[in-house]
């Protein structure tokens, strides 16, 4: 059977959150596992009982996940894994718990930020329909129809073309979406358009950066080799690819770490200046945990003022139309009033 919804990320944050807390209190990954299949909504059941019967076979739980198609999301499987191979599960659930319930109140607040801008927007959208429908019962001297949009349409069934044209739109955005978010994932020309737009292409850059830092430092502190840290970190961040091989051979050479990522031209100078840091003192594991919250900070905020900016856009369109609307009304009413006197 496979699973393709994924779970919601604050359920999910729950789930990972008590398994953190059952692990640390001595209680076997299998039990804790099971004792949560009853906690979970029923539509989510089945993926959280593929993966109990996973485990029961002697699975990791990374690859359990992985039995249980896209319920969970990349970033948790590879950081799970990372817990995995570490040795670290619970600790490692226990972050990504806290990193998932701050993703969903970012989320939370960017949608609050747009819910207004939203509103006008269909405000807006239904003051043109109800304006063409009843431009249609306005006439001129001539007894033509009054066209007051300048745009051709009047009417019933200028409403009917006008809600048509919505629908195509509609349709359009929401498939050009679906491909966006496919080249996102696949780092194609969308993911490099954003990472070019000033303040989105900081915070998605930020939000990478946080993800590799975690999985980095959980992989630093249990001590694995260069090579296996950058590979799970890679894993958890999967808009930063980098050659592993390449980096090895860096380091062979005598190269830092910091300076065979700075070869690889994927992370900001910042990050590199703590990974050098990291390296002098020993501290890599504190310093790497100390920048993922500060790149979270980071990208919240980016999202945020992106989240404003496009609220100021749309109140920019509502306004403009309202304008455009005044004008046009304004000129028919003078328009009326040359002819009534030419006609003196």
Same mark, same amino acid.
Request: aromatic residues 6%.
């Given at each position: $059977?496979?699973?393709?919804k ?27 596992? /099971?004792?949560?299949?009853? %906690?979970? !909504? ?5 993926? $959280?009982e ?14 359990? $996940? ?6 969970? !999301? ?9 817990? =995995?191979?570490?040795?670290?599960? /619970? ?25 207004? !801008? ?12 109800? $304006? ?12 033509r ?35 966006? &978010?496919?080249?996102?994932?696949? %780092?194609?020309i ?14 998605? +850059?930020?939000?990478?950066?946080? *993800? ?6 959980? *992989? @630093?502190? @249990? ?7 950058? @590979?799970?970190?890679?894993?958890? /961040?999967?808009?930063?690819?980098? =050659?592993?091989? +390449?980096?090895?051979?860096? &380091? ?23 990974? =050098?840091v ?17 790149? #979270? #900070?980071?990208? +919240? ?6 989240a ?12 403009? &139309?309202?304008?455009?609307v ?19």
């Amino acid at each position: $059977m496979r699973f393709t919804k994924q779970m919601p990320l604050r359920l999910l944050a729950d789930v990972l959150s008590r398994l953190s807390i059952g692990l640390s209190a001595g209680i076997d990954l299998r039990r804790a596992w /099971a004792s949560e299949i009853s %906690r979970v !909504p029923a539509a989510w059941q089945p993926a $959280m009982e593929r993966v109990s019967w996973s485990l029961a076979q002697g699975s990791s739980l990374s690859a359990s $996940m992985q039995e249980a198609g896209t319920t969970f !999301p990349p970033l948790v499987r590879a950081m799970v894994a990372v817990g =995995d191979q570490t040795g670290h599960e /619970a600790e490692t659930l226990g972050q990504l718990a806290a990193a998932l319930r701050h993703t969903v109140r970012t989320s939370r607040a960017l949608v609050g930020s747009l819910v207004w !801008p939203a509103f006008q927007l269909a405000a807006a959208i239904a003051v043109v329909g109800g $304006m063409i429908l009843l431009a249609g019962f306005i006439r001129d001297a001539k007894n033509r129809p009054v066209d007051v949009l300048g745009i051709g349409l009047s009417g019933a069934k200028g409403l009917t073309i006008y809600l048509l044209c919505l629908f195509g739109i509609a349709v359009a955005a929401g498939f050009a979406f679906k491909r966006a &978010l496919a080249s996102w994932h696949n %780092r194609g020309i969308v993911r490099h358009v954003v990472d070019r737009i000033p303040v989105v292409g900081a915070a998605s +850059r930020a939000n990478e950066a946080a *993800a590799w830092c975690r999985a980095a430092s959980l *992989a @630093s502190a @249990s001590g694995l080799d260069i090579g296996r840290l950058v @590979s799970l970190a890679s894993a958890a /961040a999967p808009g930063i690819r980098l =050659d592993q091989k +390449r980096i090895e051979t860096h &380091l062979r050479s005598g190269a830092t770490l910091a300076e065979a990522l700075r070869e690889s031209r994927q992370f900001p100078e910042r990050l590199l200046e703590v990974v =050098d840091v990291g390296e002098l003192t020993g501290s890599t594991a504190e310093v790497l945990d100390r920048l993922a919250g500060e790149c #979270d #900070d980071e990208a +919240r905020v980016g999202f945020e003022a992106a989240a404003q900016g496009a609220g100021f856009a749309v109140w920019a369109i509502v306004a403009g &139309l309202i304008v455009l609307v005044i004008f046009r009304i304004f000129s028919f009413y003078v328009a009326a009033i040359q002819d009534a006197a030419s006609g003196l």
